[in-house]
């Protein structure tokens, strides 16, 4: 069966549109968003490096280990600067990914700013066992200092201006 109207809502709401939706059905999620001042095919290419970038700019995680990508679909290991291990199971697409464990969710859009350079929105956090919920205790500020490090790191891999 096929939901021709439903898949083409998803579509026109675009990556950052559908990750704030995504999240509103998550009870205490928080999405932090900055538009960064590259293209986005620049900033979704490290967003998206998994075993590398993304270990860089998240502050919680310490490696990333990709176990499986088939089509869009990924599977990876991740430990956390404290030593917690997580299994990965999401999707990964140009723009969009959704990664959950059985104790996180984390979930990155990139899209075009109409205006120039790239709307970047991050939302995630410690999962409540048993339940589609994150616990709000310091997430947001998590989320915030994981787009400074991403801001950052694109500052850094940008070419700079001649004098």
């Known amino acids: 069966m096929t939901f021709p109207l439903a898949h083409t809502a998803a579509h026109s709401l675009g990556t950052v549109g559908r990750l704030r939706v ?8 928080r999405v932090v968003e900055q538009v ?4 986005v095919e620049a900033v979704w290419a490290l967003m998206s490096d998994l075993e590398g970038e993304f270990g860089r700019f998240q502050p919680d995680m310490r490696t990333v280990r990709v176990l499986h990508v088939r089509g869009d ?4 290991l991740a430990r956390s600067k404290y030593g917690l291990r997580a299994h990965f199971r999401g999707v990964l697409r140009p723009g969009w990914c959704w990664l959950q ?29 048993g339940r589609a919920a994150i616990v709000p205790l310091g997430a947001e500020r998590e989320l ?7 801001a950052g790191r694109i ?3 940008s070419p700079r201006a001649e004098a």
Request: proline share 11%; no cysteine; aromatic share 2%.
């Open 22 to 29: 995504m999240a509103a059905g998550v009870p205490g999620a």
């Open 36 to 39: 960064v001042p590259a293209p």
């Open 73 to 76: 679909r990924v599977e990876a």
């Open 101 to 129: 464990s059985r104790f996180l969710i984390i979930g990155m859009a990139a899209a075009p700013e109409p205006g120039g350079g790239t709307r970047v929105a991050l939302t995630g956090g410690v999962r409540v066992p």
């Open 144 to 150: 915030r200092e994981a787009m400074g490090r991403l």
């Open 155 to 157: 500052g850094e891999m």
